[in-house]
């Protein structure tokens, strides 16, 4: 059975830090993704890693504040955030995607599996 578990979100100060895990099981997956959905807004890809070759993209606002590793022992990602913004503020999930085909993946429907969704909010 896969499961994608996240933790580490929470409230934190704008230029704050935090870290997000994900905790992937139950097969082994080519990408893992992260995502965020602020209220009354779509589900925006933020995030990923080839799970395999470590390759990592990001979508252009979090570039040089966000970063993505992973453990391969623990198989989990973590989503490094420094330099928090107001604008940060969102439900950040992970995602696994199974499918080898793609160098990128950044859509919701690139990805098969999803976590439950952590919360992160950044205050001024």
């Known amino acids: 059975q896969v499961q994608l578990v996240e933790s580490g979100g929470g409230r934190v100060q704008a230029g704050g830090s935090l870290r997000l895990s994900c905790a992937a099981s139950?097969?082994?997956?080519?990408?893992i993704g992260w995502f965020r959905q602020a209220p009354g807004k779509e589900r925006d890809f933020v995030a990923a890693?080839?799970?395999?070759?470590?390759?990592?993209y990001y979508e252009d606002s979090v570039k040089g504040r966000f970063t993505v590793s992973r453990d391969n022992v623990k198989a989990t990602v973590y989503l490094h955030m420094y330099s928090l913004e107001p604008e940060d503020t969102a439900v950040y999930y992970c995602?696994?995607?199974?499918?080898?085909?793609?160098?990128?993946?950044?859509?919701?429907?690139?990805?098969?599996?999803w976590g439950q969704g952590t919360q992160v909010t950044v205050s001024t």
């Open positions: 995602a696994a995607a199974d499918s080898q085909f793609g160098l990128y993946k950044k859509r919701v429907s690139d990805y098969d599996y």
């Open positions: 890693i080839n799970w395999s070759g470590g390759t990592t």
């Open positions: 139950g097969r082994t997956f080519s990408h």
